[in-house]
C-alpha cells in the first residue's frame, strides 16, 4: 500500500472508528518524533510549533526522559498509590513543593490530566473553607470533564449542550485592555458578582489562569492577579492558579503567577510536567492540602511510576538546559520575527508574548476591527502543506498560538518561521 493511501485509510478508520468529539486540528497522523520534528506515516518531515498542546516542552522524546522512563520500566508499572507507594511519587511531590512561589509550607497530589487536577484544586478549597462558590474568568479554560467544563468560560466548542453544569461557578471578566477591559473594569465586574450573584463569605475559590491559552494567550496584566491575591486574603477566598498550559517554564519563568510576584494559595500543573507522560499535579499551602481526609483524594492512575520517572527527568533537564531562561530567549526571537512580519501583513492585528507564550491576532479590515477565523485556518493549513504544524485560539478563533518545544534548534525554528513568513504573504 502506497503512503498516501495509509493516510487515507487511517481517516477512513478514524471515521468509523473513532467519535466526532474528538477534533483534530490536522488530518495528519503520526509515525514518530524528535525534538521538534514529526514524522507522519507517508514519511513527511513537520516542524512542530504546537508541542501537543504545550506538553512537550523539553522536546519529544528527550533522551533523558525517554531513558529514566526505560529504566522504569524493567521495575514496575504500576501498584496503585494507594496501595503500595513508591519513591518517586514523594521526590516528585518534594521536587514540586519547593519549586512553586513562596515559603509556606506545601504539600502535593499527583493526577492524570489537567482537568482532574482543576478537579481536585476545586475539592480541597471547599473542604478548606467549608464554603461552595467558586468564580472564574471569562474566556478560561479548565478542561472538559463536567466540574471543569462548568469553570471553563467559552460555550462554543466546549459547553455547548452538555449542561446543566455544575451548581456553585460564577464568571467574572477577564481583564483584557487590548479589548478596551481594564483591570479597573475587570474588578468592578468581580465586586458586582457579589452584588449580584454570590455573596463573598460564601465563595471558596477564584480560579484564573494568570495567562489564557485556549482564550488566545492573552496574560492577566500583573496588577489584576495582585488585586485578587488582596480581595482573597481579605474575604478568606482561595487564589487558586491554573497554570496548566503557561506553567513549567514557559512563560520565561518556571510559573507565569511568578511574573506578577504573587504567591498562590493551589498552583494547578500538567502538559510540560512529564514531557509527554499523563501527569498533573495539585500543589498548594500544607494547611490547605491537608484539610482533606484520607482516601478523599487521588485516583487509581494518579502518579503513575513512568510517569513519575518521566517529571524527574524533566526536573534534571528544566535546570541542566535553563528552559525557563530558554523560553525567554526563544519568545523574543519569535516577537523580533513576528513584529516583521507584521510590516508586510496588514491581518496581523497583534503581536504579543510572555516569554514563550507567543501569538498573533488576525483580522479582515486595515483598522482590526473585525477577527478573521478564516484568515487563521487558512494559515493554519497552508503552514502545513509546507511542513509546519501551527495551532489556532482565542474565542474568536483568530489567534495563532506559537507553543514550539524549547529545546528547538535554532536553526530549526528559524525555518519554522520563515515557513510562516511565506504562508502570511500568502493569506494576507
Ligand atoms: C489552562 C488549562 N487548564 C486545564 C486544561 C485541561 O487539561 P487536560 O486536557 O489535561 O484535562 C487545559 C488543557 O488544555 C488547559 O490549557
Redesign the pocket.
Known sequence: MGKIAKTNELLARRHYAVTTGVGQAHPLFAERAENAEIWDVEGRRYIDFSSG?GVVNTGHLHPKVKAAVAVQLEKFSHTCVHVMMYESYIEVCERLNALVPGDTEKRSLLLN????A?ENAIKVARKYTGRTGVIAFSGG????TLL?LSLTGRVVPYKAGYGPFAPEVYHAPFPNPRNGLSVDAAIAGLEQLFKSDIECERVAAFLI?PVQ??GGFLPAPPEFLQRLRTIADENGIVLIA?E??CGFGRSGKMFACEHAGIEPDLI?L??GLAGGFPL?ALVGKAEMMNAAPPSSLGGTYGGNPLACAAALAVFEVMEEEKIPQKAAKIGAHMMMRLNEMAETCPAIGDVRGLGSLVAIELFDDAEHTLPSMAKAMALVECARTQGLILLSCGVNGNVIRFLPPLTIEQAVLDEGLDCLALCLQQIK
Open positions: 498542546i490530566s489537567g482537568s482532574e482543576i479554560f479548565h478542561g472538559r471543569a489562569e491559552g485556549e491554573d496548566v498550559q494547578v500538567a502538559k498533573s
